[in-house]
């Protein structure tokens, strides 16, 4: 972290539990399941299915926010760069209210927040340049921190530091990223050192 001068976060799986069941999701909106679900939704020529497809997905989620609270060590970290003056924002899959939802429940301080609604979803690093641009960053000097392959791919593909948070059993994809952690601690211990 020595040079990062700010950090993004993903939203579900990386500050927040998420409790969303993508294989009923895709059963759902009869989304195959090598397809990105959110890019099926978009690309269905029939308005009515996909109008139902989209109200299937936020219901999911707006059901899930309620629930979320925050991952082990992800407050403590957040509360961390919060008190060092970095700057944070969420870059996350979720529509707006239900990322709302999570965010007031916990607490969160953190103000700055792109949603699927506001840009390309992830892997596209449209959002995470976006707010680069916006802190007058370089982008290697951001970190984005998520738990799935979409974030090290969005993180890489906008040529920013990618952190992996991985707590349980290393996907394939793990190499990826330029760092991975198993718990927020380990991202606590090296920010309380270099300040």
């Known amino acids: ?9 993903d939203l579900d799986g990386t500050l927040v539990s998420s409790s969303l069941d993508f294989q009923w999701l895709r059963q759902q909106v009869n989304c195959p399941d090598e397809d990105d679900i959110l890019t099926f939704t978009a690309q269905l020529q029939d308005p009515y299915l996909k109008d139902r497809a989209n109200s ?12 979320a609270n925050w991952i082990p060590g992800a407050k403590l970290f957040v509360d961390c760069l919060n008190q060092n003056n970095y700057p944070m924002a969420i870059v996350t899959r979720n529509f707006q209210q239900a990322a709302q939802i999570k965010i007031r429940n916990n607490a969160m301080p953190i103000t700055r927040i792109i949603t699927r609604e506001e840009a390309p979803a992830k892997p596209d690093p449209t959002a995470l340049l976006m707010i680069a641009t916006e802190w007058r960053l370089k982008p290697e000097q951001v970190m984005y921190v998520g738990d799935f392959r979409y ?4 993180a890489n593909n906008a040529g920013m530091h990618s952190c992996l948070y991985a707590p349980d059993e290393l996907p394939d994809y793990a ?9 927020f601690d380990e991202l606590t211990a090296t920010l309380k050192s270099l300040n």
Request: proline share 0%.
């Open 175 to 183: 190499h990826q990223a330029d760092q991975v952690i198993r718990h």
């Open 56 to 67: 299937i997905i936020e219901q999911h989620e707006l059901d899930d926010a309620h629930q």
């Open 151 to 154: 974030d090290v791919e969005a």
């Open 1 to 9: 972290m020595k040079n990062i001068k700010g950090v993004i976060f």
